[in-house]
């Protein structure tokens, strides 16, 4: 069993309280969701926001959205970030999509809420919820959640890894056309419309759909031989049109595939719109079990 080092950010009072309820906070770079759930996984009532362009405003929204939900019975707040989180601190660094740095998020939600407040990266999450689906769950699970760019959560025994928790596979190097690029550079949704002008949701060509999935596997492939996970899980909002590249992505990861590297199974997250908030709660969870 994989040691579970929680950073815990605590209120001025509620400390040493029993989990009642969650608030679960999902920060995307475009629309924010402020949800209040039950600890066994079922959303009370949530509400979803524009994400501001300065982090001030975003905090008055975070406050005003609270106001409309039913907290009185909460304990504890699961923050997920979309960006390199300072656990020891409880703030973010910087954000993959917002232009926010170094800002002290878990404090400054505790002053909102006056509960507990834990914070993760937004695959982390993902990831952990998404492994948590499979049944018995693996020893690890690489959750690649493939969206505007690349994100990566790795999870060990059912829990987000304290060794990979900063991991940024979407950031791995490339040489392609003669330059170094990124591997969400050339394979994230935002690559995608750059490519292609259309999102993957309208795109239904199977030749550039087996053209992306060939990017796909360069990335998969690499992370597979360092990580040697027991699955895959591909999520994000790319990631939730698995049905339409999952046969050209499996032909591709067999032939590049070294022969000493084992291939995992690989799934298409099924709860892809849902996951970090159902992250979310379940990291609530281990965090009051522990």
């Known amino acids: 069993m994989i040691n579970l080092t929680p950073s815990i950010y605590h209120p001025t009072s509620k400390t040493g309280t029993i ?31 524009e994400t501001p362009k300065t982090y001030k405003e975003f905090i008055t929204s975070v406050t005003n959205s609270l106001k409309t939900l039913p907290t009185k019975d909460c304990t504890i707040t699961a923050i997920a970030a979309p960006g390199k989180v300072d656990h020891k601190n409880g703030s973010v660094i910087a954000f993959g999509n917002l232009p926010w740095k170094n800002v002290p ?19 982390n999450l993902a990831g952990l919820s998404e492994a948590h689906q499979l ?35 979407g950031s791995m190097l490339f040489e392609h056309e003669g330059k170094l690029t990124s591997w969400e550079k050339l394979a994230s949704g935002k690559a995608i419309v750059a490519k292609y002008g259309k999102r993957a949701s ?16 360069i990335g998969i492939v690499n992370l597979t031989s360092v990580l040697e996970p027991d699955a895959i899980i591909i999520g994000g909002g790319v990631g939730s ?41 379940t990291l609530a969870n281990q965090h009051e079990q522990h």
Not at 19 to 45: H, N, R, Y
Not at 107 to 114: C, H, P, Q, S, Y
């Open 135 to 169: 049944k018995p769950v693996p020893h690890r699970v690489l959750y690649l959640t493939i969206s505007t760019g690349i994100g990566t959560g790795i999870i060990t025994d059912g829990y987000i890894d304290p060794d990979f928790i900063d991991s940024e596979g």
């Open 19 to 49: 989990l009642a309820m969650i608030i679960a906070i999902d920060v995307g770079g475009t629309k924010t969701l402020v949800a209040v759930c039950k600890k066994d996984g079922i959303v009370v009532q949530q509400t979803r926001f």
């Open 202 to 217: 309208d795109i239904n060509d199977p030749k550039i759909w087996k053209e992306i999935a060939k990017m796909f596997a």
């Open 105 to 123: 998020l878990a404090k400054d939600i505790v002053a909102i809420t006056n509960t507990k407040v834990l914070i993760d990266n937004d695959a």
């Open 241 to 281: 049109h698995f049905a339409k590249y999952d046969t050209f992505l499996k032909d591709y990861i067999t032939k590049l595939t070294p022969p000493l590297v084992s291939t995992p199974p690989i799934f298409a997250a099924k709860d892809a719109e849902e996951a970090v908030i159902y992250g979310c709660i």
